[in-house]
């Protein structure tokens, strides 16, 4: 798989997808550290809310081959700035969570702003949209 980094704001469901993708129970836990697994590398929001823990995730994106930039479906606003997407060396993907709960257009347009070409919508407690994900995340051989 492609290492893939997963960055956004607090509770938007980074470590939930994480299990979805892996097989793993889904329960809750609050990450409260970098957790460099086999092939995800799952941040704390707060690294994404902090600025001066910002500087960790810039570092955590060079050893990946993928950033994931999560915005849930029912998200009142985006901690993205516009195209930041265009000051990352890696491939970029926005990924829209928690859409059973509410449409994902507003998330999407968001992640598009921010410069995301490609996007995904999942849920990760109904599964939806997560086997599209993993095909993508799946080297190409
Ligand atoms: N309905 C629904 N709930 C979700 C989804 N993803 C996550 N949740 C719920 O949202 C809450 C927060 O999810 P986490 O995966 O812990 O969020 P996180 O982004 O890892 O949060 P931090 O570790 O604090 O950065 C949990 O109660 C999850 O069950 C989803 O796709 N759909
Ligand atoms: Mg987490």
Same mark, same amino acid.
């Given at each position: 798989?492609?290492?893939?980094?997963?960055?956004?704001?607090?509770?938007?469901?980074?470590?939930?997808?994480?299990?979805?993708?892996?097989?793993?129970?889904?329960?809750?836990?609050?990450?409260?550290?970098?957790?460099?697994?086999?092939?995800?590398?799952?941040?704390?929001?707060?690294?994404?809310?902090?600025?001066?823990?910002?500087?960790?995730?810039?570092?955590?994106?060079?050893?990946?081959?993928?950033?994931?930039?999560? #915005?849930?479906?029912?998200?009142?606003? /985006?901690?993205? !700035? %516009?195209?930041? =997407?265009?000051?990352?060396? *890696?491939?970029? #993907?926005?990924?829209?969570?928690?859409? /059973?709960?509410? !449409? %994902?257009?507003? =998330?999407?347009?968001?992640? *598009?702003?921010?410069?995301?070409?490609?996007?995904?919508?999942?849920?990760?407690?109904?599964?939806?949209?997560?086997?599209?994900?993993?095909?993508?995340?799946?080297?190409?051989?």
């Amino acid at each position: 798989m492609k290492k893939t980094l997963f960055v956004g704001r607090h509770g938007v469901g980074k470590t939930t997808l994480k299990q979805r993708l892996m097989g793993l129970e889904i329960k809750y836990e609050k990450t409260q550290y970098m957790l460099y697994g086999r092939w995800i590398i799952d941040s704390p929001g707060e690294y994404a809310e902090v600025h001066g823990l910002g500087a960790a995730l810039a570092i955590y994106s060079y050893e990946a081959d993928v950033v994931a930039m999560l #915005i849930s479906a029912d998200d009142e606003y /985006s901690l993205f !700035p %516009p195209n930041v =997407a265009s000051m990352i060396n *890696r491939d970029v #993907i926005g990924i829209v969570t928690k859409i /059973s709960k509410c !449409p %994902p257009d507003r =998330a999407e347009n968001w992640l *598009r702003l921010s410069g995301c070409k490609r996007i995904f919508k999942v849920d990760s407690h109904t599964g939806e949209g997560v086997e599209e994900l993993k095909t993508y995340l799946r080297k190409q051989k």
